[in-house]
């Protein structure tokens, strides 16, 4: 299996080619989001790189629950409620949410996933295969 | 201006791959704006003309029910410009399709010159069967017919790919 340093290596290089940026910016804290620029649609760019490099499956809504954040069910006032959360914590546990849940605004959501997660979640995806 | 970047579809395989031409003739008016005296094809055109032909192509393997749109180019490279009398031909490939999107790879020949290289990310808005508001169905009927896709086009088992019902 990959070690953690290949993962990230081929993490961060889908990440300066589906976002612009320069490889020193792809640290494992950056947020793909807020340090990084991404936006919505380059998320289905990255998913495919991920994909094409790892030679894994990323089902839509596994890297980015938009479905449980738009759904009403979940998010009150614009703040996902604590049922939510559990729903995003089972769907992501790659992600670390202690930030997020203690003020969970849905317009924060984008801002919370690192460059770290991604190398989470491609481990944990390889570990299935 | 007339927004057709293609001329016509030479190849064409449903959900795979295709290629098209697009010939830069001095009588398109914009030739003469950029630049004046020294008519250069704009690479942003290239570009155009490449998602067109991409675009069709995931438009076709989904049935023409979505709205595809180009989302993002995740790549554009060129390496000379294209001038009046070149014949361009664009080869697009799928290299995803997804339900929410897909991913295309493109090239630029003039003759066997590479000319550019682009990787286009489309994104397919509406749910299928809705109406969408791009265009009239009966428009984008006429455009793939103007640009042959009935004639060339063929599925993935040889056969021919024909013409989606006017509803």
């Known amino acids: ?129 | 201006m007339r927004w057709f970047w293609i001329d016509r579809y030479t190849e064409f395989v449903s959900a795979q791959h295709a290629t098209a031409i697009k010939n830069v003739s001095l009588a398109e008016d914009h030739l003469h704006d950029h630049f004046a005296g020294a008519p250069l094809m704009p690479a942003s055109l290239i570009i155009e003309g490449i998602a067109q032909a991409g675009g069709i192509l995931l438009g076709q393997a989904t049935g023409f029910e979505r709205q595809v749109v180009l989302a993002k180019v995740a790549k554009a490279r060129f390496y000379f410009e294209a001038r009046p009398g070149d014949t361009l031909t664009y080869r697009v490939d799928a290299q995803d399709i997804r339900d929410d999107g897909a991913i295309i790879s493109g090239t630029s020949r003039v003759d066997d010159r590479l000319q550019g290289e682009v990787e286009l990310v489309f994104a397919q808005l509406g749910s299928k069967g809705e109406q969408t508001g791009m265009f009239e169905r009966e428009t984008l009927l006429n455009w793939l017919r103007m640009i042959r896709l009935f004639e060339v086009g063929v599925n993935t088992d040889g056969t021919r790919i024909v013409e989606p019902a006017l509803r």
């Open chain 1, 1 to 129: 299996m990959a070690s953690q340093e290949e993962i990230f290596s081929k993490v961060q290089t889908a990440l300066v080619d589906a976002l612009g940026v320069d490889e020193e910016e792809v640290t494992p804290t950056a947020t793909l989001v807020g340090d990084l620029g991404a936006e919505s649609i380059d998320f289905l760019d990255i998913v495919f790189r991920l994909e094409k490099a790892f030679d894994i499956k990323i089902p839509r809504g596994e890297l980015f629950p938009e479905d449980i954040l738009t759904n009403a069910q979940y998010v009150q006032g614009g703040k996902v409620t604590p049922a939510g959360l559990e729903q995003i914590k089972q769907r992501m546990p790659f992600a670390d949410l202690t930030k997020f849940s203690a003020n969970p605004n849905v317009q924060d959501f984008g801002n919370m996933l690192t460059v770290q997660d991604m190398v989470r979640y491609v481990e944990s995806k390889l570990a299935k295969k």
